[in-house]
């Protein structure tokens, strides 16, 4: 109930001067963070100025030098007022924080019952970005605290906006605005934070938050109807929570199976799975009993993966299985990836999450060369398989040269694979280094998991056996100290974990049951009820685990492949507008502005045209050879634009490379692969 | 499209009335109707009127009135045109000037009156009125977790359904949640294809995927037809054809256009043709770079050496330009058929004219190699 003539204090040049600092572009920000660091010093003291002498003559004309709203009827009282004299209630005793009240008389506005439900409803109307009160802001300075509340008086937060100003620039940012958003977001709290709490309690809590402020950690949350951008990166500061981490533990390691179709990719790890007693005895005997049945007896390992009736009908792989197994140094998380031309989307989303791969070739007579040369134009999936996974940021590779018994475990056989392999791998961008080449058998279980006993083999080779090949990878490196990122492989429902359920490798970041996260790109908040990891409740999940998180709070439809869960105060970008940095592989028809194409990345898939082929670059150097070219054709460097047609959820390369990475594809085939190296606009 | 009577002058200014008969037409009507022309159809307009008491009174009024043309809307899933213009015949209740819009739709006659009919609306006329071009192609095109039915007209694509939903992978012994996903996508997709799909009109239904997406769905909804005695599925059994594409995203479309299975059926179509046309453009683009000429710049160098061999078009530059840059491309579209050239004029509504789109809305293959177009700017 705001009392006569208050509102001229909402004058409209005030919002003028803020919408100014609406700042869209979050990258030319940090470019001129400095230089606005002092621009704003010197514009904020007139401005100041001009402020203070409007909101005196507002208050002058009211014959009251300060007000503040009662939360729970929002009627002004005057400052030296204790309870609001229409309702009685208590005004909150530590609002006269003694450093901002000298400063600046402070207001307290709540939010007015009405509020709430405007402000449910615009939750529900529009998409709302949430910014949770991390600790990195709250703890900078007592004025931010306040100015976090979001209950401040608007004349006398825009004061405090002028001062902040030149003292966070990084923060400004975010005060950037429209003046509507901004007028609504003065008086708006998001209700479901403050589920069951008082207003008064509330107000309590901000109060106190200098102190309290580990303990209420990152649920702390406040809704603000600003910018969509959320905070950058780099303001991130990770809770202790997040990082401790048993260092005696297996590191869990995702390794994904990749090869043409019928290299034998899943038997090969039925095999190993069933050697290393992850399938019972008796399951196999019903695989194998099944397989026969069907005549398909040396099916019967694969199909511990393929478990689809479907893909067992068939005999080919056509969904990314995943299995776990422990090796003597990892927790290993099995991707095996079809092989199928056909299936290839899936194979991509499968490789996206994989830390390394283990590329299964052919070795019988002819089986290689389809599977590496392919028929006519068109290479094998060998081909195809090693510069996607190669793009897709994995650089360790063991190659299992597979099916030797089909060639009598013949050296010259390996070596003439591993003569014409290795050139090709090489062009891809493996290191010699990182590649490890293993004969094996899969079918007669050679040289998987203990040394080869077959005499053939072991005549000529010396090395090590695949598990052991598996071993020698390098750990990932977890990106903790990032905030939270989810990549949702998978949407389900299961009765431990509710009817809505995602499951995805945790990128960056962590989480823990209870953690309020949001989901990107529907922006709606969700509450993760609870966390599994290999069917197995856990109550914390860090960089690099692969979740099962039950969600509350969402609807199903919200949740989509290809969404990330995040932080909710970080949210990732739904880019519209990309600047990719590609290489096109061997394609027959050239790219051109406006082709239509399949955009891959990490899970997500979404068709896209081609806007503008920016620049050709040189292959080795990369310096631009020529300014817009007229069409782009196999094997060239090149910037260009994309349009996905719904809006993808990445981040550009340099700040988050397995977000940054793309692939594009057409007709069955990969025409490029590239990085993001900016996001022109985003939703 | 009906065409009710032809009036046009030796000097090419006449008017022509016109019934449309499906929506088709009314696309038809979009790119004939530009700005300037003038339109005369029946409408219905809120008229005030002052009461004998001094009161106003608004009451809508049959009438028919004639527009001079500045703005055309087209609404392919409603089916309705929508002709904004000022009032050029003197009437009781709209006086001259006044703005209004006509709404044409179906079975509501216009007459169209231009000041200058060129060669290529003469042959749109032509081409909306030739009855045999009439039929329609359905393709269901699936991946897992999509399915989009799409209706092929002889000029305009019209996405008549779409359904999504997110299939869980494969897991342990929740494989069940995984089958029953998939059945359940399937049933929708099934009632979108009972639903829109009529076969005593359509000369035959494409089921197009990656893998094997196709099979299984064919093979559900046989079972399913049979089980539930859906009579239209099993008597139409013979027009349903299953064909390989990449992916379940409409742009597969031209993929499923172009294999030889499809193309036997729908040879003779307009959609067909484009797809060739594009296709051949894009193979010369990747063989021969300097017979292949794209943007209106380049085309226009080419025509004046006389190059061109066959001209793609879209029906789009025609619509949006101003009078002086549609009669340009008109005199190109004529000047090349004179010189015995092809003119392909793509439709925009078709996934192979909105690539065209894209590519600047012209291109063309040329007789002999025009090298030096590559260093010239755009």
């Known amino acids: 109930m705001p009392r006569k003539g208050r509102h001229k204090l909402y004058d409209e040049d005030d919002y003028d001067y803020y919408d100014d600092y609406k700042d869209d572009d979050e990258f030319d920000y940090a470019e001129h963070g400095q230089s606005r660091k002092e621009d704003d010093a010197t514009s904020s003291a007139p401005q100041q100025n001009f402020l203070g002498g409007a909101s005196k003559a507002g208050e002058t004309a009211l014959g009251e030098a300060n007000l503040w709203r009662c939360s729970i009827c929002t009627y002004d009282n005057p400052e030296d007022y204790l309870a609001c004299d229409i309702c009685g209630v208590i005004r909150h005793p530590s609002t006269r924080v003694d450093q901002l009240s000298t400063a600046v008389p402070f207001k307290f506005d ?29 703890s900078k300075t007592s004025l931010s605290t306040m100015e976090t509340k979001g209950g401040v008086n608007t004349s006398h937060s825009s004061k405090l906006k002028a001062t902040l100003e030149s003292k966070a620039p990084a923060r400004s940012r975010k005060l950037g605005y429209d003046k509507e958003k901004k007028i609504e977001s003065c008086h708006v709290i998001k209700p479901s934070q403050y589920e069951g709490e008082s207003y008064l309690d509330d107000g309590m809590k901000h109060m ?42 297996k590191k869990l390691f995702h390794l994904v199976i990749v090869g043409h179709v019928d290299a034998g990719k899943s038997t090969l790890m039925g095999r190993i799975l069933h050697l290393l007693g992850r399938i019972s005895q008796k399951e196999m005997h019903k695989h194998r009993k099944e397989a026969n049945e069907m005549g398909k007896g040396s099916f019967a390992y694969a199909w511990a993966l393929d478990e689809g009736s479907e893909e067992r009908a068939r005999g080919v792989t056509m969904t990314v299985a995943m299995k776990h197994f422990e090796t003597k140094k990892f927790k290993v998380v099995l991707l095996d990836a079809p092989g199928h031309k056909d299936f290839i989307p899936n194979m991509i989303s499968g490789a996206a999450q994989a830390d390394a791969a283990v590329l299964v070739v052919d070795a019988s007579t002819g089986a290689f060369e389809a599977g590496f040369e392919g028929q006519g134009q068109v290479g094998g999936q060998t081909r195809e398989h090693a510069q996607l996974v190669k793009s897709l940021g994995v650089n360790q590779l063991v190659v299992a040269v597979n099916k030797m018994d089909a060639v009598n475990y013949s050296k010259s056989r390996f070596n003439q694979i591993k003569g ?38 072991t005549s000529w080779y010396t090395g090590i056996n ?13 990106l903790t100290s990032k905030p939270l990122r989810l990549i949702v492989a998978e949407v389900f429902s299961k009765i431990t974990l509710g009817p809505t359920a995602v499951s995805g490798k945790l990128e960056s970041g962590a989480v823990k049951v209870g953690t309020k996260v949001l989901l990107m790109p529907s922006r709606e908040i969700a509450r993760v009820k609870s966390l599994e990891q290999d069917g197995e409740s856990v109550s914390v999940g860090r960089a690099g685990d692969h979740l099962d998180v039950g969600l509350q709070g969402v609807d199903a439809g919200a949740l989509m492949v290809g969404g990330v869960l995040c932080h909710p105060d970080y949210p990732v970008p739904i880019a519209t507008l990309l600047e990719l940095k590609v290489l096109t592989l061997g394609i027959t028809v050239p790219l ?44 060239q460097r090149a910037v260009i634009q994309v349009v996905p047609e719904r809006g993808v959820c990445v981040e550009e390369y340099t700040n988050f490379r397995s977000l940054g990475r793309i692939i594009l594809r057409d007709g069955g085939k990969t025409v490029a692969v590239g990085v993001i190296s900016r996001i022109i606009s985003q939703q | 499209m009906k065409l009710l009577r032809k009036d046009i002058a030796p000097d090419a200014s006449g008017s022509v009335k016109l019934v449309p008969e499906e929506s088709e037409d009314l696309w038809h009507a979009y790119n004939l109707i530009i700005q300037g022309d003038r339109v005369a159809a029946v409408t219905v307009r809120k008229v005030q009127r002052e009461t004998s008491t001094g009161g106003r009174e608004a009451e809508r009024v049959r009438l028919k009135l004639a527009v001079e043309v500045e703005a055309v809307e087209f609404d392919n899933v409603a089916s309705v045109l929508r002709i904004r213009g000022k009032n050029v015949v003197e009437n009781e209740h709209v006086k001259l000037g006044a703005y209004h819009t006509l709404e044409l739709d179906k079975q509501r006659s216009f007459v169209l009156t231009k000041v200058q009919w060129d060669s290529v609306a003469l042959d749109l006329l032509k081409h909306a009125c030739d009855p045999s071009t009439n039929a329609d192609v359905i393709a269901l095109l699936m991946q897992e977790g999509l399915s989009q039915l799409c209706l092929l007209g002889p000029s305009i694509t019209t996405t008549k359904a779409k359904i999504e939903t997110s299939i869980p992978r494969k897991r342990g012994a929740a494989i069940a949640g995984y089958d029953k996903a998939l059945n359940k996508f399937f049933e929708n997709t099934l009632q979108a294809v009972l639903r829109h799909v009529d076969f005593g009109v359509v000369r035959c239904l494409i089921i197009a995927s990656p893998g094997f997406m196709k099979d299984q769905f064919y093979d559900y ?36 256009l172009a294999s030889p299975a499809v193309v036997t059926q729908i040879e003779d179509t307009k959609a067909a043709q484009e797809v060739k046309a594009l296709e051949d453009f894009y193979n010369m683009l990747s063989n021969n770079p300097a017979r292949a000429a794209y943007g209106p710049r380049h085309v226009e160098v080419a025509h004046d050496r006389l190059a061109i061999q066959t001209l793609l078009i879209t029906d789009k530059l025609f619509r949006d330009a101003d009078i002086a840059t549609r009669r340009k491309y008109v005199s190109l579209v004529d000047s090349v058929k004179g010189l015995g050239g092809e003119v392909h004029i793509f439709s925009s509504m078709h996934v192979s004219g909105e690539q065209l789109g894209q590519l600047t809305g012209i291109a063309a293959i040329l007789r002999f190699p025009l090298p030096d177009l590559e260093d010239m700017e755009f």
């Open chain 1, 110 to 138: 709540g939010p007015s019952p009405d509020d709430k439900v405007l402000a449910g409803k615009q939750r529900n109307a529009r998409s709302v970005p949430v910014e949770v009160s991390s600790p990195s802001i709250l």
């Open chain 1, 208 to 249: 106190s938050l200098d102190n309290n402020l580990q303990d209420n950690g990152i649920i702390n949350h406040k809704i603000e109807q600003s910018s969509n951008k959320g905070l950058p990166l780099d303001n991130y500061k990770p809770e202790q929570w997040m990082l401790e981490d048993n260092e005696n533990e």
């Open chain 1, 420 to 457: 014409s392999l290795a050139p090709f791998l090489k062009q891809c961008g493996f290191k010699d280094t990182a590649i490890l080449w293993v004969p094996v058998s899969g079918i007669e279980a050679q040289n998987l998991v203990t040394g080869p006993s077959e005499t053939q083999l």
């Open chain 1, 466 to 478: 695949l598990l052991d090949a598996i071993d020698t990878l390098e750990p990932p490196v977890r």
């Open chain 1, 592 to 635: 051109l502005r406006g082709t239509q194409v399949v955009l891959h990345a990490h899970h997500a898939k979404d068709p896209a045209r081609i806007a503008e082929l920016v620049s050709l670059l040189d292959l080795k150097t990369g310096a631009v050879i020529r300014q817009s070219p007229r069409c782009l054709t196999a094997n």
């Open chain 2, 221 to 256: 909804m046989m079972l399913e037809a049979t089980r539930r005695e859906i009579r239209p599925i099993i008597e139409n059994k013979s027009k349903i054809i299953l064909v390989h594409a990449s992916s379940g995203y409409k742009h597969a479309l031209k993929e499923v």
